[in-house]
């Protein structure tokens, strides 16, 4: 099992910068790959960006040039780095985690809201 808890979330104007933290446990060897996916009302989950144990990242489209992913294995945390936010940025960001075995965990996720 693997535990994942969310925070960094909040209000935020457009244009401004939020850092999302992803804190892990549990059998936190076990895992093979990260990422932050969000959700905004009446919309599918989509994903944000990924990375795997060895640190190689995925930024899909919607994301590249404004957010980074990153990952500390010492602290057992993964962040999300968002810049030049905008009021379509407005979601709940979740944190994602799969194991080698490919069971997939998730956190409860922490609201971020861009104001116009």
């Known amino acids: 099992q693997v535990q994942l808890v969310e925070s960094g979330g909040g209000l935020v104007q457009v244009g401004g910068s939020l850092r999302l933290s992803c804190a892990f446990s549990?059998?936190?060897?076990?895992?093979?790959?990260m990422g932050w996916y969000r959700q905004a009302p009446g919309k599918q989950r989509e994903l944000v960006a990924g990375?795997?144990?060895?640190?190689?990242?995925n930024h899909p489209d919607s994301s590249k040039g404004r957010f980074t992913i990153s990952l500390d294995k010492s602290k057992n945390t993964v962040y999300l780095q968002m810049n030049n936010l905008k009021p379509e940025d407005t979601a709940v960001y979740y944190c994602?985690?799969?194991?080698?075995?490919?069971?997939?965990?998730w956190g409860r996720g922490t609201q971020v809201t861009v104001s116009s």
């Open positions: 994602n985690a799969v194991s080698a075995s490919l069971a997939g965990y």
């Open positions: 990375i795997l144990s060895d640190g190689t990242t």
């Open positions: 549990g059998a936190v060897s076990s895992i093979n790959l």
